[in-house]
């Protein structure tokens, strides 16, 4: 029997941050589809929509008027999942029925006056006042007691359940902190008491050194498709330096990850030349008071298209109910988003 | 301040299956929707389609020819995520980079040779057919060394990726037990432990005392929106009896499936006339030879659908990166689903 190859055979890879499993499928792109085909909207929006919620200077639902913001802008999202005064409390009963209070506050943040553009297409600096309002937003709600855990994310693209295509990002900042980062933080912890290093940093060494799932590198950030990816294209941007949370990074150090976000989101578009859906968001330390030396904060991209533009994988069926599944390597992945142009499709056209 | 009242406050609830939380936000349906729409393909199927992979006669991508089958049929899927000669082994670089082989058998079950059907739109006793063949699958795999979990599911619609409509469900068996049902084993085992009953028959008996959450009771069988719910319409299939698998169904146990699984499947199609998307699966005791009284066998269904026929949930963002959140309480949607017809509208045009 042949050697087993994880290029080559299904097998499982492991996730040390959230101490899980994914199955990957190598054999399995062959299979045919007949299944639904996305649409594609790839309509030319102009800069400025007058019925976008957005947009500078209109009036949104609840009737306030955004002002004539020049580059990004922050509010309270009109629909928060999470609201800043709800009573707190919670329910019990027996073991089986447990219920508690969850408080939070929800942001939306436009990343540019510009209703046309995203931000493989918007220049480094304009990218770098996004980050920086990222970073301002995060220290603010770091001084709020009530929250433990903010959540930066952006969802981009209507396959990813955008609602509006002016770009724009979000923050969810709740009072508890929430399974995911959660499971990162245990897994890090550990890592860290044993080894007295981010679990993270030891990580980036090893990709370092085989460099097969490298995308970019710049001085102080590398990107790259982890090893344990479960979306088709994963990607995580991750600091060179341990750092705990986004607001220790140096000016050098936000300039260069404004470049690492550009980066991979051009050679995103570039795959199938189109607009590239996915959801991104940043995991970081907990703003529950602690130090938290086991964090390496890190930005993650999932992005659900597979085969084309029209194509993505579905996490369905045996995804939900049993086991992530993937059925192209990491591996391979990398290999296809080195090998695209890194000037933005649209340039050329 | 009001007192906390998870029908009206944002709230976490807590899964005791698989010890994980849920975000629940009861006021978030106000929100205005200008995202994706779903196609909604309501075309009437012919009852055999000459282009079908699976109706009864015709000519497979393999080149394999279906029988003339009467009721069921189950076949190796030519395009399995999972293969049976997959060679041992297991890569191992450090602590974070871990790889091991999987192998298994990944069968297609075809429900009924009418491709024009849906369970609800089944017979009883075609759908009781349905049940033997899990049951007699599930058998012969159990039989199978080097089988460690059976995991049954139907994924139906094209919203759920599903890739042909004739009805169909598929069964993926590997060699190591998979994330979900890892997750649920170790929790049922360790209430099991503590209270010599199973967690699932004391949760039932907890919802049939409140009844806020059953949708539908027969002599055997429960369906009910579970309290810690993440999808709009989630909802479980249980059996009032504690078995850690299917084969443990006697006659009238399987006859009450059948009816179960046909209730529940016409109020969803009722709820906004449509065939109503979801993936559903059965989560029951791992084939690795032990007993596994600790399990209490029950069948999940993931629907996506929301507002309505067009506009779904998305899980993105915040619930990918964070935490799973839903937009409705599970007593509103147990409520919703109580007050529909129990005919199926179809039989009504
Ligand atoms: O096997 P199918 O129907 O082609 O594929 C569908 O179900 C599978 C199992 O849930 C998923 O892995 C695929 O993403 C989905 O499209
Ligand atoms: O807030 P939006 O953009 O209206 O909504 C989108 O993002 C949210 C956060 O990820 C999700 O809960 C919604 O399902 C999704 O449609």
Not at 287 to 302: A, K, N, R, Y
């Amino acid at each position: 029997m042949a050697n087993f190859s994880f290029e080559e055979h299904p097998h499982r890879r492991y996730n040390p941050l959230t101490d899980s499993w994914v199955l990957v499928s190598p054999h399995r792109t062959k299979r045919p589809w007949q299944g639904q085909v996305e649409k594609v909207i790839e309509e030319k929006r102009p800069e400025y929509d007058p019925t976008c919620y957005l947009c500078a200077g209109n009036v949104r639902s609840n009737g306030e008027v955004n002002p004539d913001y020049q580059d990004v802008y922050a509010f309270t999202n009109d629909f928060s999942a999470l609201l800043a005064d709800t009573p707190q409390g919670s329910f019990q009963s027996g073991e089986l029925f447990r219920a508690e209070s969850e408080s939070g506050i929800c942001k939306v943040i436009c990343f540019s006056p510009r209703h046309d553009l995203t931000i493989p297409e918007m220049e480094e600096s304009a990218i770098r006042k996004v980050v920086d309002k990222w970073v301002a937003e995060y220290q603010e709600l770091d001084a709020n007691p009530d929250i433990s855990y903010v959540q930066i994310f952006e969802n981009k693209g209507f396959v990813m359940g955008c609602s509006n295509p002016h770009p724009h990002g979000q923050i969810w900042a709740s009072s508890s902190v929430p399974e995911e980062p959660a499971k990162k933080q245990a897994n890090q912890l550990k890592y860290f008491q044993k080894h007295n290093r981010t679990l993270i940093s030891d990580y980036l060494q090893g990709e370092l050194s085989q460099k097969v799932r490298v995308l970019f590198e710049n001085d102080h950030f590398v990107v790259l498709i982890p090893f344990w990816a479960v979306w088709p294209y994963e990607a995580m941007i991750i600091p060179r330096r341990a750092m705990a949370r986004i607001t220790e990074m140096t000016e050098a150090e936000r300039d260069a990850f404004a470049n690492a976000y550009k980066h991979l989101t051009t050679i995103y578009d570039n795959l199938f030349e189109v607009s590239f859906p996915y959801s991104a968001g940043i995991h970081q330390a907990p703003t529950d008071g602690e130090s938290h030396e086991e964090w390496h904060w890190h930005m993650v991209f999932l992005p659900p298209l597979l085969r084309s533009a029209s194509v993505k994988k579905f996490m369905v069926g045996y995804e939900m109910l049993a086991n992530p599944q993937r059925d192209i390597t990491a591996e391979q992945a990398a290999q296809k988003l080195r090998d695209l142009p890194t000037v933005h499709y649209k340039e050329n056209i």
